[in-house]
């Protein structure tokens, strides 16, 4: 059930008393509390109503959390939405986004006109009120919609400003003292990511993180109780959170301002549960059918009688409303210019720190970062594996650049991520049993066993400002499997942020199936505004970091700063595509790998030499004899098996084999038709791929292949590799089959329009048939 609307609030269980000039804060307005309240409810009605659909009844319900928030609380901006040192606002539970609109409209953000808000639920293609918010509207730091996503959003954004205020604030110039606040609802504190993302804030001690929880004790179903009974607050207050209750977050504006004014006082993120009743004032008001319809006509003006409206206007803003928020864009001036004074003086008082603050500001490194990757010259030829690799190339950039804050989810000793004197983000006060510290300086964030927080707060890092913090998480390919929505979301806006994935394969060996991933790559190349590489070796690997920071889309000293929001934000408008942001995951091997950057006696293939510059265009021939019959195309660990392969095609067959690495497919399908051409000549020979994944989406490139058909095997990497046919003898044999076979049809290109298994058939750890 709704909670009973009660007449008196408290405030961590005492009453509220200090609501009228005691504690600082004064309410000189309070007289238009109810006309205001009243008129956001009906607003938020009618708008509803207009095109019979959207979620209306948390939006109500929350109205008084929104007056406390953007009247009395928080610092922004409405003329400058990129104001940096605002306090940010996360809407969680996303579905209530039409709250968030009518704040935006009603505190002076331009682009959120009466019309556009009007626009909510219609046919408007380029509306800036879609069903959840997105980022890309002035106003808006981050997409939300998934619920739990949110949160772990938040949590990102208030690690961000912990570690630069504690980077760069000095006494007397606080130069990032913002808060993040945000709104969660009943679903987002059940969703899994947004309880790992709650745990981390508590154990992290993000004070600078308020967030208020609209308890109306309704889901879609029907009431919370249907599957959820827990103690709330026992649990935030246990999880390291300082908790403050709320009786009535309907009406009771002063109240939740004052539990606002204690949150920032707190040693602790705040959490604040707001009872409230979802869709008050209707006929359905604390039901589950106030959550995600319309009211309908008739009750619609049931709810301005309710509210002392009149119920034949709609969309009524009355002018005391808009004089009740119209000082707020003025005050957002003199915010900006106060701040401005202080970035002055800091200059003056600081001048190394500034000029460094100034470049993270702008999104800008120190430093070169390409100067900082391993050069050819440099890459040994003994056999690596390429998640050692990684860390030969990264480590240097996170050491070298202040901008990369690196994580990873318990993985430490794995994933290879660990630079030279590195500093742990840590509470300060914290003194742990294995003697590793840190502070909030420190950009080494362990996660612990949370690998969907990680990614989901890895995007909370990037949104903070562009540029100003470059997040890389770290595990195994498979335990992204469990992040993979939250890689969705950081593709769904565009957010630079790089992750490293590990044990990539069946090569990962004794671990067995459990932790080897066959199908998972398939999701992730096909992803929209995600690129999945898979190196071969030490030189492709500095060619994905590369092509990685490149697609990241950071201002060189010559551009300005790109915003993530715009003054126009029609989608026709945009920037052309490859001109944004992109995600990237890097896939690497757990076992050794061949290095095939140069000749050497253990290159199977010694005139076939990786390039990172082949990297950059996604596929490229390394091998390509001039009377070539064959081309055979492959990616990370097998190149060098592919290689061998070629070489014994050569000798044993006189079978002249053409091979391509193909490192990122999404970037190989960017490039011009006469390139992709080039590298995969298709209507002149039959091309075949060698892949330990599922073979799924390889057709687009080729006309049979050698891959995964099940599920791998415990053992050690190079046996699995064997019980699989992955050995050049079998694969070349099924090969010379294949094309025997199809020549006998006496077809001219009898290889193309079809899709041939060449591992159908195989007993595994045995001959093909």
Request: proline share 5%; with cysteine.
């Amino acid at each position: 059930m709704a909670p009973e609307l009660q007449t008196e609030s408290h405030v961590n269980g005492t009453s509220a008393k200090n609501v009228n000039g005691e504690n600082g804060t004064k309410f000189p307005e309070k007289d238009r509390h109810s006309l205001v309240l009243s008129s956001f409810r009906c607003l938020v009605a009618d708008i509803v109503q207009q095109f019979d659909g959207g979620h209306p009844g948390g939006a109500m319900g929350m109205a008084a959390m929104g007056i406390a928030l953007w009247k009395y609380t928080m610092r922004y901006s409405p003329s400058n939405p990129n104001w940096f040192n605002r306090d940010r606002f996360v809407l969680s539970n996303g579905h209530c986004c039409i709250f968030q609109y009518c704040f935006l409209h009603l505190t002076g953000y331009s682009s959120m006109t009466k019309a556009q808000l009007l626009n909510y639920h219609s046919k408007e293609y380029n509306s800036l009120c879609p069903g959840h918010p997105e980022r890309e509207i002035d106003g808006i730091e981050v997409t939300t919609g998934p619920l739990g996503q949110g949160i772990a959003n938040a949590v990102g954004l208030a690690v961000a400003s912990t570690h630069l205020a504690a980077t760069y604030n000095r006494p007397g110039f606080d130069v990032v003292d913002n808060f993040i606040y945000c709104t969660v609802g009943d679903a987002c504190l059940q969703e899994g990511v947004g309880l790992e993302a709650l745990s981390l804030a508590g154990h992290w001690k993000l004070k600078n993180l308020i967030v208020l929880y609209d308890n109306n004790q309704i889901t879609c179903d029907g009431s919370v109780d249907l599957c959820n009974t827990e103690d709330i607050d026992a649990k935030m207050k246990a999880t390291g959170w300082n908790v403050i209750d709320i009786a009535d977050a309907n009406y009771d504006i002063e109240s939740i301002v004052t539990a606002l004014e204690q949150a920032k006082q707190s040693d602790k993120p705040t959490f604040i549960n707001c009872r409230t009743i979802i869709g008050i004032g209707s006929a359905v008001q604390g039901k589950a059918a106030a959550h995600g319809a319309s009211f309908g006509k008739d009750d619609v003006k049931s709810i301005k009688k309710h509210f002392n409206m009149d119920p034949e206007e709609h969309f009524i803003i009355p002018e005391a409303v808009q004089k009740f928020y119209a000082p707020l864009l003025e005050q957002g001036k003199k915010l900006e210019a106060d701040y401005e004074d202080l970035l002055s003086r800091y200059a003056k008082a600081h001048p190394d720190l500034a000029e460094d603050f100034a470049l993270r500001r702008a999104g800008k490194f120190a430093k070169n970062w390409e100067d900082l990757i391993p050069k050819i010259a440099d890459i040994k030829t003994d056999n690596l594996p390429s998640r050692k690799s990684g860390g030969l190339v990264c480590n240097p950039l996170a050491q070298n650049i202040n901008s990369f804050v690196v994580g990873t989810a318990d993985l430490s000793p794995s994933v290879s991520m660990i630079w030279k004197d590195k500093r742990d983000f840590q509470h300060p006060d914290l003194r742990t049993e294995c003697e590793i510290n840190g502070d909030y300086t420190g950009r080494y964030l362990h996660y612990g066993v949370r690998e969907h927080a990680m990614v989901a707060i890895s995007n909370g890092l990037a949104a903070y400002n562009h540029g100003t913090i470059v997040p890389v998480t770290s595990t195994f390919l498979i335990f992204y499997m469990y992040a993979a929505p939250a890689v969705r979301m950081s593709a769904l806006q565009r957010l630079p942020t790089l992750h490293i994935a590990t044990h990539d394969c069946i090569g990962a060996g004794e671990d067995g199936p459990t932790h080897q991933p066959i199908a998972l790559p398939t999701f992730f190349r096909s992803l929209p505004h995600v690129l999945f590489f898979r190196p071969a070796d030490t030189e492709e690997t500095a060619g994905a970091f590369i092509s990685a920071l490149q697609h990241f889309s950071l201002p060189s000293s010559q551009n300005a700063v790109p915003s993530h929001n715009s003054t126009n934000n029609s989608p026709s408008e945009k920037d052309p595509e490859e001109s944004e942001p992109l995600t990237s995951i890097i896939s690497l091997s757990r076992h050794n790998l061949t290095q095939l950057h140069a000749a050497h006696d253990k290159h199977p293939l010694p005139a076939a030499l990786t390039s990172r510059a082949g990297v950059l265009k996604g596929g490229y021939t390394i091998h390509d004899p001039t009377d070539a019959k064959l081309t055979l195309l492959s990616t990370g660990s097998e190149l060098a098996l592919t290689c061998s392969i070629a070489a014994l095609l050569q000798e044993k067959y006189s079978l002249p084999t053409r091979v391509v690495s193909m490192p990122c497919l999404p970037l190989f399908d960017k490039q011009s038709a006469s390139y992709k051409s080039s590298v995969l000549p298709r209507r002149k020979m039959p091309h075949a791929v060698i892949e330990a994944y599922t073979l799924r989406g390889w057709e687009r490139y080729a006309d049979a292949g050698w891959g995964m058909t099940t599920f791998g095997r415990s053992g050690p990497g190079s046996e699995t590799y064997g019980w699989f046919g992955f050995e050049k003898e079998n694969i070349a044999s099924a090969v010379t089959t294949w094309i025997k076979e199809g020549e006998k049809t006496g077809d001219g290109m009898w290889w193309l329009g079809g899709w041939t298994e060449l591992a159908e058939g195989w007993k595994f750890g045995g001959a093909a048939p």
